[in-house]
């Protein structure tokens, strides 16, 4: 079953790929690696699930945050990609906190990105490196922001894909 497909089959959709919000690309491809930046979650070009864990945000508040994050992560990835089946691995999350000083749960928090990677791709695939890193304010307000390093697999170099939006050019 397809990445897509599972996504499908637990009721969940990829929302529309967000454009970057600064002077940057969603994504960039050298080799077989995606480096995917920072994301947050949007809905309708809005920013979803802002405030701090620990003041305004319970944990699991902060845990459904980082899903619908690494679900606008999936959203650019696929559109990078084509299509999620050509994830060979989620090499390294890194998931950003939004946190009160006294907040210690950004583990905790950045499992609902995790969990949500090992539900659609399996353990492994889905199942990173990571960093859960508390910080004392993220852009918009969000309370959760994740960025990525994605092993690829059936891809050209970009150097040879002149075509692919998004792509570093060498």
Do not use: W
Not at 25 to 48: E, N
Not at 130 to 147: D, K, N, T
Not at 149 to 157: A, M, N, P, R
């Amino acid at each position: 079953m397809t990445p897509e497909a599972t996504l499908q089959r637990a009721g969940v959709s990829l929302p529309t790929q967000h454009s970057a919000v600064g002077t940057y690309v969603m994504a960039a491809r050298t080799g077989s690696l995606l480096f995917v930046s920072g994301h947050g979650a949007f809905d309708g070009g809005r920013p979803l699930h802002t405030g701090r864990l620990g003041e305004e945000l319970s944990t699991a508040e902060g845990a459904a945050a980082a899903e619908a994050v690494m679900l606008n992560l999936l959203a650019t990835v696929k559109a990078e990609l084509g299509d999620l089946s050509r994830v060979a691995r989620f090499a390294k999350v890194v998931v950003f906190v939004n946190s009160a000083p006294h907040f210690t749960e950004q583990h905790l928090v950045a499992d609902g990105a995790t969990d949500l990677l090992v539900a659609t791709f399996g353990s492994r695939i889905g199942r990173p490196a990571r960093s859960a890193v508390g910080v004392a304010a993220l852009p918009l307000g969000f309370a959760v922001e994740i960025e990525a390093i994605v092993e690829t697999t059936g891809l050209d170099h970009p150097c040879t894909d002149p075509g692919r939006p998004g792509l570093d050019r060498h």
